[in-house]
């Protein structure tokens, strides 16, 4: 190849016409070798199965879904769950019954190796549906589908069917599980919830009755029974003094009446009556002596003794009824007014210790209601917290109850299928080619491969070539101008030495060319 120029596309042109076999040649024998190549491998076969993702047929809006994790989580998470020792020993026992441990431990790792799982990726699933998008914590792929390669088919697609079999289980275990884990969490709270909500009802209650009266609400009612019980006691203190006159004013009634009565008693005291008597009668002895019985003298003095004996016997006979009837009935000889004045003493007495019993009842309510207006700041500040407190946990105990209630219907909605679930479309193919080796992929690899080393060979070779082909190259070698051309018209002659080379192109147009 000619330095110092620039190449144009009829010079790459040329160079491929040049080159064309060293191109070709390597471009069509690399396809059957690399066919060839392909049955050097041992073949494996590759069986797939389809599992769909079918979302809850009951409206979330009534049962929440107990899985928010997306499925493609989740699907990584089943996969770690199946691919678990535990999980396929069971698997390996059926399938390959009488292996060591050893064995069995390498065929898992083999399982291992040889599973994949793949989303399944569709136009509508890339917009999470017809005209909407995905919901939180759902997946809009619509399923995923499970390969498994062995070198048997075979075996390749029953061990595909068990694996199938694993992801829907486990799912169905994960999702029953999650709910009733649900519930139970849920009901472990409720019981917690219930405790701490009867300790609070319980202090509440006692609080109440403790502070009964002095609870928030109880002010203004404290305030006007306040009011009532002050007027209460304006009204008792007047009836008091009233009373208190009355009473006065009847003591010196009584004592009034009590003398006039005793000094209008003392002639009527039968001592006096008595004496009285005895006096009359020696008047009269000596009337006698002096005067005969029809002295009017001696008639009146008679007179004024029977009439002495008379009120001596009256006294003498009350005295004894008084005796008879006891000390309680001691007054029965004063006069009714006297006995009217000492009831009206007896009213007025009553009426004061009933009116001093009330006044001293309503000082102390008025006392305990106003100690009770005091503190109700104080006990509203500690009936409020303890009230925030009962509403925060009443709210949590709801909140917790409607949950339980709803987990409770996810739980049936599980035990029913109505929930989210995956199912495998069908059984696992039996693959009828062996996924590997691809042979037309070998085949192609071969193509390429051989495209790609004519061309290196054929640049290589143009590297190595320094012919002088054209004018330019004349002009890039001998370094001056071209002063003319003479067309070949002659058969092609080449030097022996190699030193000269003459070709002959097949147009008439095109010119001789010499170069060193």
Request: net charge negative.
């Amino acid at each position: 190849m000619i330095q110092n120029r620039e190449l144009t596309m009829q010079d790459y042109s040329a160079m491929l016409r040049r080159r064309a076999k060293v191109i070709l040649i390597p471009a069509l024998l690399a396809p059957l070798a690399g066919f060839a190549v392909s049955y050097i491998f041992p073949p494996k076969y590759t069986s797939s199965s389809v599992i769909l993702y079918e979302e809850q047929k009951v409206p979330d809006k009534m049962v929440m879904p107990v899985v928010t994790e997306d499925l493609t989580a989740r699907v990584a998470t089943l996969q770690q769950q199946v691919l678990s020792q535990s999980r396929l020993q069971p698997v390996v026992d059926r399938l390959f019954p009488g292996k060591s441990s050893e064995e069995s431990a390498a065929i898992i790792d083999t399982i291992r190796l040889n599973v994949k799982v793949q989303p399944i990726i569709t136009e509508l699933s890339a917009i999470g549906g017809p005209g909407k998008a995905p919901k939180p914590g759902q997946s809009a792929l619509p399923g995923f589908s499970l390969n498994y390669t062995s070198p048997n088919s075979r075996e390749a697609q029953q061990i595909c069917n068990e694996l199938t079999t694993l992801f829907v289980d486990e799912n169905l275990k994960s999702v029953q599980a999650a709910a009733t884990g649900t519930s139970d969490v849920l009901a472990r709270g409720l019981e917690d919830g219930k405790r701490n909500l009867d300790d609070l009802d319980a202090k509440l209650a006692a609080f109440k009755k403790q502070y009964i009266g002095q609870l928030p609400g109880d002010e203004e009612n404290n305030l006007k029974i306040l009011t009532g019980l002050n007027s209460q006691l304006d009204a008792n203190t007047q009836t008091l003094n009233r009373a208190q006159q009355d009473k006065t004013y009847a003591e010196s009634v009584l004592e009034q009446q009590l003398a006039a009565w005793k000094s209008s008693q003392s002639t009527t005291n039968p001592q006096t009556l008595e004496r009285q008597l005895s006096d009359l009668q020696s008047k009269l002895l000596q009337l006698q002596a002096v005067y005969t019985a029809e002295h009017p003298d001696v008639v009146k003095t008679k007179a004024d003794i029977a009439e002495v004996k008379k009120k001596l016997a009256e006294v003498n006979k009350a005295s004894s009824d008084v005796k008879d009837a006891g000390t309680s009935n001691a007054s029965a000889l004063e006069p009714p007014e006297i006995r009217q004045l000492r009831s009206q003493l007896h009213q007025y007495e009553d009426m004061i210790s009933a009116g001093t019993r009330d006044q001293k009842r309503l000082q102390q309510e008025i006392a305990q209601y106003q100690g009770r207006i005091s503190l109700s700041p104080a006990v509203e500040e500690q009936y409020n917290r303890l009230k925030r407190d009962y509403d925060t946990e009443q709210k949590d105990y709801q909140d917790l109850l409607a949950k339980k209630s709803a987990a409770n219907l996810t739980v049936n909605m599980n035990n029913q299928s109505q929930g989210e679930r995956m199912f495998p479309v069908g059984p696992a193919s039996v693959p009828d080619a062996p996924s590997f080796p691809n042979r037309l992929f070998f085949a192609g690899g071969g193509l390429g491969a051989g495209f790609a080393l004519g061309f290196v060979l054929a640049l290589w070779l143009e590297i190595q070539d320094n012919s002088i082909r054209t004018e330019a190259d004349a002009e890039a070698v001998l370094e001056l101008p071209m002063l003319v051309a003479v067309p070949w018209v002659g058969d092609p002659i080449t030097e022996q030495n190699g030193h000269f080379r003459f070709w002959k192109r097949n147009k008439s147009s095109e010119k001789e060319t010499i170069g060193a």
